[in-house]
């Protein structure tokens, strides 16, 4: 029949869209619509990338430094005459069984920052410290008599001169000067007798001083490559010796590093 064509038409129709309603619901998302990304709350570190922890920013180190000079002289280790108190005089190095050095100055580039007091106090004839590290000194007088003291600038361990001495006056016992301390230098600190006692002071930043063992030990230094320099200074008629390595720190980790002195 002619009329009910057009009822059929409209039925092919609707079913037609249903159909392609179905589909835009359930098929495959669009290309242009971003990707669900899944967290996992049980992700461990195994999960993640690798890194190299050396090169994390901050990161940090830590280096065991010994200064060492094999087959130390006698002449260098042997006092070399006695004090107007007649104790014998220091000699110019005590190593230790294994050649370590203590009382060796030791500078590495990069350390971390400190300051402070250099103390050194006069007993008798003698100092009780051969070398400090300080941006001040405070010196103090242990003897029961007035002393004169030479306080010298030496200049920098490159170019070390012999000072203009500056007179510290300890008149009694207990008495402490105070003197600031030019930075970078390294200052002189003697006796008043003919062949005087000497004692160093250090105003670096980053210089550290060897203990009995010819070791020391930084802690904080940054991940990479840092020069280090080992300085005796001259004293008891011997002359400077100097010597240089260079340290690399990982992450997390102790380095040891020997530095020979020239002989």
Not at 163 to 175: E, K, N, T
Request: proline share 11%; with cysteine; aromatic share 2%.
């Amino acid at each position: 029949m002619v009329a009910g064509a057009p009822r059929s038409s409209s039925r092919g129709a609707c079913a037609l869209l249903a159909l392609l309603l179905v589909g835009a619901c359930s098929g495959k998302p669009r290309s242009d619509e971003p990707t669900p990304v899944v967290v996992r709350s049980d992700a461990s570190p195994a999960d993640a990338s690798p890194s190299d922890a050396s090169t994390s920013a901050g990161a940090t180190g830590d280096l065991q430094i010994r200064v060492e000079w094999p087959d130390v002289p006698v002449v260098a280790r042997s006092s070399p005459g006695r004090t107007p108190c007649n104790t014998p005089r220091t000699p110019a190095v005590a190593p230790t069984t294994t050649w370590g050095i203590p009382d060796a100055l030791v500078i590495v580039d990069g350390a971390p920052v400190a300051t402070g007091e250099a103390r050194i106090t006069l007993v008798d004839c003698a100092f009780n410290a051969r070398i400090a590290i300080g941006t001040t000194l405070a010196i103090t007088s242990a003897v029961d008599h007035p002393a004169a003291l030479a306080l010298r600038k030496r200049g920098p361990i490159a170019a070390l001169g012999p000072g203009d001495p500056r007179v510290v006056q300890l008149p009694i016992a207990g008495h402490t000067v105070t003197a600031a301390l030019d930075p970078g230098a390294i200052y002189s600190l003697e006796t008043d007798a003919p062949d005087p006692e000497v004692a160093f002071v250090a105003a670096l930043p980053n210089a550290y001083v060897t203990e009995a063992n010819g070791q020391l030990t930084i802690h904080g230094l940054t991940v990479g490559s840092h020069a280090v320099t080992a300085w005796l200074p001259p004293r008891a008629g011997q002359p400077a010796r100097t010597g240089h390595a260079i340290a690399r720190i990982t992450a997390n980790d102790l380095a040891e590093l020997t530095v020979p002195l020239a002989p």
